[in-house]
C-alpha cells in the first residue's frame, strides 16, 4: 500500500513535500536544485500554459523564442539589474571543446537579450506598441530549493512590451496585472491580492513592480505574479529608440510581466489536504474516474458496458454545457488493482470527481458519486449522472475559490501595535495590513525582527497605494503613510 | 518598399536566408550560433507542436519535464554516447558565485538524466511499459549554423520510451517513426522516405537509427527526424532495472525520438518561391487575408462591412467543414499602406489565400481570390467564396504534398556506375540509389570523393533494409548488398 502523507497540521512544509512526490507531480532531480516534473505535474502545467496563452494572445502580443545564453557583457548594461541577478547566474565558459572568449551566462530572465533585438527591430513610431512573450526555461542559482516554489530552473512565461510613452507602458503593465489576477482566481481558484512591491521588493532594473500575492494554507504569502513597468531604464542601456511622428528620435518605454511553474507549488498549497492532491477542475485532464467493481465473473460485461456507456453520456453533457473545458472521463478497468487502492489513488493524485459503479448500483440504476473536495459519496441514479457532473465541476471550481478567500479574510487582520503585530505574526500568523511611512529603515527593521515582509501595497481603483490613518508600524511616524500587507512568505 | 529575395536558381542558400530573415521569421542573435524566432516562424512552431503533441499522446505517452542541466559524470557513463556528443557540449563550470565541484552539461540530447530518473521509478514489470516525451531545448555548439536547420541552440521534442523486451522497444521505435512519417506528409506536406540509418550514421549510443529523410528543392537531402532503438545500452550504464514476471532483475530496452525545429527549415525549403513563404495550410494562423480597397471614400463603409461579412462566412464555412483547423481570416483595415504593399506582405509571410475586394467588385457581387501557391488571381461570385475557400484550402495542402512527391521522384535516380554517380551527383544533384555492400569503407570513400552520403537505406514492409541485385557502387563487391539511397544533405 502507499504511503502515509504527513498531516498539515503536523508539519505543512513535509506534508507538501509528501503531496508532491506521492501524487507524482515532481521530483528531486540529481542535479542539485533542478527538479523534474512528472507527468502528473506537467499535465497541470500545460492546461496554465494553454490557458494562459489564450489570454496573453488575446492582449495583442505574440509569442516568440530568444536564445537561452545571454553574453555576460549585456547583463551589465543596466547597472541594477546586474547588481541583482549576477549572484544567482550559471555561466558558461567553456564550449565546442573550448575556452569561450565572453562567458555566456544561461538567463535568468531575457530583459537584455531581448532588449537588443528590440533596438534591431524596432525603427517608428508604427513599429509600436510591440509585444512579445516568451514560454521558456531560466536559471537562478538558489541556496534553499523546493519543489516547485524555489528551483533552480523553472519554467515559466516572460512578456516584453515597448511603448511610444510613459503612460501607455503604465498602462501596459496594470492591463497585465489584471490578467494575471483573472487567471489566478478564475483558473486556479487561488484568491490573489493586486498591489505594488515596495522599493526593496521590486524587480531589479524596473521602475516599479506590480505583483499578486496570494495565503497558502499554513498563512503565508507566495508572490505569485509580477508585471513590471521598466520606464526606459533597459531602452537606455540598449538604444533601443524610435523615429516618433514629431520626427525626434525617443527612448521606448517597457514593460514585462511573467508567472512561472511556481503557480503550481501555490494552487497546491491552497487548495491540497491530508489525503493528497485536490485540483480545480480547469486544472485537470481527467475530471472524472469511473471505477467499475469487477468481482462479480459474470457481471463484469454488464458492469464494464454501462461504465463505458456512462463515460460517453457525461462527455456528450460535458461537451453540450457551459463548461470551458472537455470533460475528461476515464473507465479505469485494470483488475491488478483493488477498487480500494484506486480509490485512494485517485484520491492522491486529485480527480475531481469518483464514480463507482458495482453489479448492485446497476441492477438499482444508480452509482455512487464522490467530489474530491468534499469527500462524501452520493447516491445518483444513473440517469442524472451526466447533468450533476457539469454541475458539480462548476460547483467545484466556484467553491474552492470561495473557501480558500474565506480562509484569507478570516486570517487577515489590521494591526497598529508593533508589540502585537510581533506576538500574533508567530501565532496565529496571517496576512497583517498596518500603516507604513514608506522608509527603508522601517521595512528593514521589521524584516529583520520578524522575518514578515512587506508583500505588497494595496491599490486602490486608480491603481495608487491606498493611504492610511494612523502611526506607522514601526516606527510610529504619522507621515506620509500607506496601507501595507505585512506577512512572512515563501 | 521591400527588399528583394535572390530568386532560388540564382543562390538558393541566398534565397532561403532572404525569406526567414524577410518574412520575419527567424533573425541572427547576438549569441553566436543561436537564433531568434520571431512571432511569424514561432507561430509555426505552435502548430508543429500543438498537432505532433496530440500525436505523440496518442501513442500513449504522457509530457514531462527534466533538468536542462547533465552532471559531466552522467554523460560519460554511456562511451559512444560521450564521444559523439562531448565535441559539441556547453558546459557550466560557475554558478552561484563560485566555481562547481561538478561540471554541468547544457543537454544536448537528454538520454543520461532522463535514464537517472527512470531508474529510480520503475521498480517492476508492472511500470512498463514508461513512456515520456518532453518539448524542450537543448544545445550543440556548431561551427557553421543556419537558421532553423542547424543551430547551437534549437527547440525540439525528445520521446524516451522503457520495455520489458526487446521486440517491444524495435516496435516502438518504429511505431514513432511512421508517426513521424505520417506527421511530415499530413501537416507539412513535406515527403519523406522512411530508411535505416547506416552504422556511421546512427546516434551516439544507439543499437539503430530509423530517420526520414526529405527532398529539398535544391535536390539536397534533410534529415527530418529520427527514432532509435537504443537497446540496453543506456539501461546498463545507469542500471534501468526491472523485476520481471518471472522474478528475475533484467534491464529495461529503451527507445528515443525527436523532431526539431528544424521542420520549419525542411517546409521551406520544400514549398517557397521567389516571392517568399508558402505555408501549408495546415501550419497557418491566417488562412485567409482579405484585402479591402478604401480607396473611394463614399463607398469605404460598404467595403468594409462587405469584408467583415464574408470573413464571418469563411470562419462559419470552416467550422461547418472537414477542415481540421478553425480556418483564421484577417481583414487588413490598415490605411496607413497601400493595396500593392499589402499583396506583396501576404505573399512574402506565406498567408494561403488572398482575397480583394473593392467598389467595383462589390457593385458586381464578387471578388479577387488568389492562392498563394498557384499565384493566379480568380474573379469567384461572393456567394460561393466560403465554400471556394473551404475546397482551396484542402486541394492546397494535397497538392502542395503532391508537388513535393513529384519533384523527388522526378530527381531521384539508379545508378549502379560510379564515375556516372560521380558526374551527376554534381549535376544535376539528387537522390541516387545503388547497391552498396555495407562496408564502412566504401562508405567513407564515397563520402570522401563526392560529398555525398548514405541518408538511409529504405525499408521493406517488415522494416528491413531493401537487398539490391549488382554491384556496391564502391568497390564492385557482389556480397551483401543492400539499397542506399546516396545524396548530399544539410
Not at 493528497?276 to 457481471?299: C, D, F, K
Request: hydrophobic fraction near 40%; proline fraction near 4%.
Amino acid at each position: 500500500m502507499a504511503e502515509k502523507i504527513t498531516p498539515r497540521d503536523k508539519d505543512f512544509s513535509q506534508w507538501y513535500q509528501d503531496v508532491v512526490l506521492q501524487a507524482r507531480l515532481a521530483d528531486y532531480s540529481p542535479v542539485k536544485g533542478c527538479m523534474v516534473i512528472r507527468p502528473n505535474g506537467y499535465s497541470i502545467w500545460e492546461q496554465i500554459h494553454e490557458n494562459l496563452d489564450r489570454r496573453i494572445k488575446a492582449t495583442g502580443a505574440r509569442n516568440a523564442y530568444f536564445p537561452l545564453f545571454i553574453p555576460e557583457s549585456f547583463l551589465k548594461k543596466e547597472a541594477e539589474h546586474v547588481e541583482g541577478f549576477a549572484p544567482q547566474c550559471a555561466v558558461v565558459t567553456y564550449a565546442g571543446a573550448k575556452d569561450l572568449e565572453e562567458k555566456l551566462v544561461v538567463r535568468p530572465t531575457s530583459e537584455t537579450i531581448i532588449n537588443s533585438m528590440f533596438a534591431k527591430w524596432i525603427q517608428s513610431y508604427r513599429d509600436l506598441p510591440m509585444m512579445i512573450n516568451q514560454w521558456a526555461n531560466v536559471v537562478r542559482w538558489e541556496m534553499r530549493t523546493r519543489l516547485f516554489l524555489r528551483t533552480t530552473e523553472f519554467l515559466w512565461q516572460e512578456g516584453h512590451t515597448c511603448h511610444a510613452t510613459a503612460d501607455e507602458a503604465e498602462v501596459e503593465a496594470r492591463k497585465m496585472l489584471r490578467v494575471y489576477v483573472d487567471f489566478a482566481e478564475e483558473v486556479l481558484a487561488m484568491p490573489v491580492i493586486a498591489g505594488l512591491k515596495s522599493e526593496s521588493e521590486k524587480f531589479a532594473g524596473a521602475l516599479r513592480t506590480y505583483c499578486i500575492e496570494a495565503m497558502m494554507q499554513d498563512k503565508k504569502a507566495l508572490q505569485a505574479g509580477t508585471s513590471h513597468n521598466l520606464s526606459t531604464n533597459f531602452a537606455k542601456a540598449f538604444d533601443t529608440l524610435f523615429l516618433d511622428k514629431d520626427g525626434k528620435q525617443k527612448l521606448v518605454h517597457q514593460t514585462s510581466w511573467g508567472v512561472s511553474t511556481r503557480l503550481i507549488g501555490g494552487m497546491i498549497m491552497t487548495h491540497s489536504d491530508d489525503r493528497g492532491l485536490v485540483l480545480p477542475p480547469r486544472l485537470a485532464t481527467t475530471h472524472v474516474v469511473i471505477v467499475p467493481i469487477l468481482s462479480n465473473a459474470s457481471l463484469k460485461a454488464d458492469v464494464l458496458s454501462a461504465a463505458e456507456s456512462l463515460a460517453k453520456s457525461i462527455q456528450d453533457a460535458g461537451a453540450s454545457s457551459q463548461l470551458p473545458y472537455s470533460v475528461g472521463v476515464l473507465v479505469d478497468q485494470d483488475e491488478t488493482k483493488q477498487p480500494g487502492w484506486k480509490f485512494h489513488e485517485y484520491e492522491l493524485i486529485g480527480v475531481p470527481i469518483r464514480i463507482e459503479l458495482g453489479p448492485r448500483d446497476l441492477e438499482k440504476g444508480q452509482i455512487v458519486m464522490t467530489r474530491r473536495d468534499l469527500g462524501q459519496k452520493e447516491v445518483v441514479l444513473l440517469g442524472e449522472v451526466p447533468q450533476k457532473v457539469v454541475r458539480d465541476l462548476a460547483a467545484m471550481q466556484k467553491e474552492l475559490l470561495e473557501k480558500a478567500r474565506a480562509f484569507r479574510e478570516k486570517n487577515t487582520f489590521a494591526v497598529d501595535d508593533y508589540s502585537d503585530f510581533r506576538k500574533r505574526i508567530e501565532e496565529p500568523g496571517g496576512f497583517f495590513m498596518a500603516a507604513w511611512c514608506q522608509s527603508k529603515s522601517c521595512e528593514a527593521k521589521i524584516k529583520e525582527e520578524t522575518k514578515a515582509t512587506i508583500r505588497c501595497l494595496p491599490l486602490d481603483p486608480d491603481h495608487q497605494p491606498i493611504a492610511e490613518a494612523g502611526r506607522c508600524l514601526a516606527c510610529s511616524s504619522t507621515d506620509s503613510l500607506v496601507r501595507a500587507i505585512f506577512a512572512r512568505s515563501y
